[in-house]
């Protein structure tokens, strides 16, 4: 059984300070938590699509949790 260590919380924040608070947030209870921080849309599907193709990374650890900001830049002008 994984331990709360193991588990990654991936979180997608394009305002640094916004970001800061939430993992400071996060770690409160257990700082040795793993977050990640992504600043946009871009870098969330490089992060789960490292290859550039509809399949996910086989080296992307799944997160757990992800909290998303929901007015992220970049991300509608990816073309699909």
Known sequence: MNSLN???ILLIEDNVNDAELAIRALKKNNPERSVIHLMDGEE???YFFPD????PGGNVK???VILLDLKLPKLM???Y
């Open 77 to 79: 002008d990816l073309k």
């Open 44 to 46: 969330a599907l490089d």
């Open 6 to 8: 193991d588990q990654v």
């Open 62 to 64: 799944p997160p757990k």
């Open 52 to 55: 550039g193709d509809d399949s």
